[in-house]
Structures are given as structure tokens and as C-alpha cells.
């Protein structure tokens, strides 16, 4: 991939920041509040996915909940039901 795609896929995406430097490149995940630097070598050998995959630095985690017998994305549940998993109190045996 070339520095410039890169730079332009960052721009179009509000979650992510980069600030250029002589060698390489400082990119920020603002939702995970990350910074990873990559090389100008790293950039060019590797695709878009592998580099944003890079910069989760295993932060991008989906909960997963049991309820019921089943389970389900916590991602996917409203504000009564997050807030329900919340309150949840937990303990050992």
C-alpha cells in the first residue's frame, strides 16, 4: 500500500489521526485511543486491513454475554439492557 492511500483513507474516517515523520508514520484510533508507528517499509509490504488491524492493539474486543442459554453481542443491546449487565452483581463459590 502507498503512504498516500493511507493517508487519504485516514482523512475520510473520523475515528483515526495520523501525523507524518521523517521514517514512517504515527497513526491514533481515537475510539480505542491508540498510537501505532509504522515504517514507510511497513506501510509499502502490508495492506489497509493489516495495518488498522495493527493499530487495535487487541483493544477491539466484542463482549460477549451468555443469557438464557444463548449467547449475544453486548454491542448490540439498548441503553436499559447494558445498563441491567451493569448493575449485575458477580461473586465466587
Known sequence: ???????????????????????????RNARLDTYTRCTLDAVERNDLSTITSACSQGRDVE????????????????????AELRDRHRSTI
Not at 483513507?9 to 483515526?16: F, Q, R
Not at 460477549?64 to 441503553?79: A, E, I, L, Q
Open 63 to 82: 463482549h460477549v454475554t451468555r443469557v438464557t442459554g444463548y449467547f449475544s453481542k453486548v454491542s448490540g443491546w439498548n441503553k436499559g439492557k447494558t
Open 1 to 27: 500500500m502507498e503512504i498516500q492511500e493511507l493517508t487519504t483513507w485516514l482523512e475520510g474516517h473520523d475515528e483515526w489521526d495520523y501525523r507524518l515523520e521523517d521514517d514512517g508514520i504515527v497513526i
